[in-house]
């Protein structure tokens, strides 16, 4: 395999100046490795925290607030992009892969974050968006010149139909045709996005290379691995057929189309078979680094089947993450059974992960529970996340309870938003400013006016407030995310989900004889169940009234109220 390698430099693994993972803080002494298991807190930079006053979050606030993040006990961080970009999808459209756009800050500030990630014993993963760039970067710039210069194959270029129309019926996740007409070359490109987002021609072995020195330019730079955005997407039907169209919505399922995209099963324009091909080799650029991790984000038709293709062996990535919870629009006490139930430790399997809110969806909490049940609907929903069996992404403000903002539309940002508004509650609401102090201007985040606005339910959630209460949702995720941490069964042990009455779910975790019970009631109505073996399990957390009560020793309860939920291991 083709594999760019460091230029003057022999093939290493950890650098000398990184610490061994024994003198972390939350080093584990566990024999896997460290991504097993993990769990990784999502930060949207814009979002995040502003150091310079100007409303939008950067680097260098990110920087000062991972103290808070090391402090939940979490093993990682996840950033989205920060790469030069004219964000018309908000950094999503690269027009530089190695160089962090001025409104973040610059190189320098990214390597003073990861050397802080560093001391505190964080895992820094960064996005890295490969299936598309922004039309402003250089490479498409000169694709679209000719048809015969050095990149006129970079991009996914077509003759139209002789009437003229685009080449087929591909239509864009954003809304509309696929496909966008370009003058200059008298033919139409490829964007599964944005027109402004040029689909990349993965097929192509040179733009590969390219990516793969791109990969190495951050590997070299100190990232411990990569989120692999919408890789899916990259390669697509060489024969340009069209997509047959979906089947109608079941009633009752829950599913309503809402964009043309909707309309079509998407199996020549993505998910196409070669894309293992390339995925094996970002797998061995990785490996040429200690302890490197790669997790796919897998939207589509078929996710599981491509989650498994994905993962599978030792020279695929080591783990990706479908929408199984994070476009569910509730939650059935089955959902965790059913999404489970493909990833069974088989020999060669690869190993899943787990969100269920991020920057893309609607906060969960909002999703599965009505506002008058949001506090203690939280906790239930991070105790389910955070015992789980795979790898675990929680997103900034999942640890306070955040409910999913309003923002009028006049404020809305988000381009798929307001192109389908309002049938889609957007992307903006799961991306408004974190809130930091309930006294602070602009709760904290920014001097200035904040790029989306704050929701004034979010301040009385702020971190100072939830700092000074023991009981609070921020202390909660941090007791749950310790018990985890302290368990190897937690982390990495089978599951096996139990027999219980409508809406109760329960399972078990084991690994090497140590057990442990999760019970959640996940619906508004009250149940009395208990397990038959009650008297054998010690409930270490427990989420059973408007506040935690947390137990050291007491048997689990036999009213399930609503929202309940409680956690306990075999005595």
């Known amino acids: 395999m083709n594999i760019v390698t460091p230029r003057n430099k022999p093939i290493h693994g950890k650098s000398a100046s990184s610490p061994s993972e024994s003198t972390l803080p939350h080093a584990r002494g566990r024999d896997a490795s460290w991504w097993r298991g993990s769990v990784i807190y999502q930060i ?13 979050g950067d680097l260098a606030g990110i920087t000062r607030h991972l103290d808070h ?28 892969y190695c160089d ?6 610059t190189l320098a500030d990214f390597d003073a974050l990861a050397a802080r990630a560093r001391a505190l014993g964080l895992k820094l993963i960064i996005d890295q968006v490969w299936s598309h760039t922004s039309d402003l970067h250089p490479w498409f710039s000169e694709s679209r010149a000719s048809r015969d210069n050095a990149k006129a194959d970079w991009y996914v270029w077509a003759d139209p139909k002789p009437d003229g129309s685009p080449p087929n019926n591909w239509q864009s996740v954003f809304t509309g045709p696929a496909w966008t007409w370009d003058a200059r070359r008298q033919q139409y490109y490829l964007h599964n996005f ?3 987002q040029p689909d990349l021609n993965l097929h192509n072995p040179e733009v590969q290379d390219a990516l793969l020195a791109v990969g190495r330019f951050w590997l070299d730079r100190g990232v411990d691995g990569f989120r692999l955005d919408a890789i899916n997407f990259g390669m697509h039907d060489r024969l340009l057929r069209d997509n047959p169209p979906a089947p109608p919505p079941v009633p009752g399922d829950g599913r309503r189309v809402k964009r043309p995209f ?10 196409q078979p070669e894309i293992t091909g390339f995925l094996e ?16 984000e897998v939207g589509g038709p078929e996710p599981l089947q491509e989650m498994k293709a994905f993962t599978a062996g030792e020279t695929r990535l080591n783990t990706a993450y479908g929408f199984d919870f994070l476009y569910a629009p509730r939650l059935p006490r089955d959902l965790p059974e059913r999404a489970l139930r493909a990833w069974t430790g088989a020999p060669g399997e690869g190993w899943p992960s787990w969100a269920f809110s991020n920057h893309d969806a609607p906060r969960c909490v909002s999703r599965w529970a009505a506002e008058e ?19 675990v992404f929680l997103y900034q403000g999942e640890e306070l309870g955040l409910p999913q903002a309003d923002v009028a539309f006049e404020d809305l940002k988000d381009p798929e938003a307001i192109a389908n508004w309002p049938e889609t509650l957007g992307r903006d609401g799961a991306r408004t400013p974190l809130p930091w102090s309930s006294t602070g201007r602009n709760a904290g985040f920014s001097a200035g006016k904040p790029w989306l606005p704050l929701d004034a339910r979010h301040v009385p959630l702020a971190v100072d ?4 209460d023991s009981s609070s949702v921020l202390q909660f995720t941090r007791r749950l995310l310790h018990l985890r941490r302290e368990s190897p069964a937690l982390q990495r042990g089978e599951i096996e989900f139990i027999a219980a009455p409508d809406p109760i779910c329960a399972f078990i975790r084991r690994l090497d004889g140590e057990e442990w019970m999760c019970v959640l009631n996940p619906g508004p109505e009250c149940v009395t169940w208990s397990p038959d073996d009650a008297e054998e399990w010690q409930v270490r957390q427990c989420a059973r009234s408007g506040r935690p009560d947390v137990h050291s020793a007491a048997r689990p309860p036999s009213v399930m109220i609503p929202y309940a939920a409680w956690l306990g291991r075999r005595k």
């Not at 993040?69 to 530089?96: E, H, K, Q």
């Not at 909707?262 to 998910?271: L, N």
């Not at 049940?373 to 790898?391: D, K, S």
């Not at 407030?465 to 000074?468: C, K, L, M, R």
């Open 194 to 196: 944005l027109p402004g």
């Open 281 to 296: 080799r970002i797998r061995a650029l990785t490996d040429l680094y200690d302890d490197r991790f790669t997790v796919a």
């Open 262 to 271: 909707d309309m079509q099963r998407q199996v020549h324009s993505m998910s």
């Open 373 to 391: 049940h949001r506090e203690i609907a939280a906790r239930c929903y991070l105790m389910l996340l955070l015992t789980l069996r795979g790898n």
């Open 100 to 105: 962090v756009d001025p409104i973040f800050g």
């Open 465 to 468: 407030i939830q700092e000074a």
């Open 44 to 56: 949207y930079p814009r979002s995040f925290a502003d150091s310079n006053g100007d409303g939008i």
């Open 69 to 96: 993040v090391a402090r939940l006990g979490v093993d990682g961080i996840w950033l989205s992009p920060f790469f030069t970009s004219p964000m018309r999808d908000y950094g999503y459209d690269v027009a530089d």
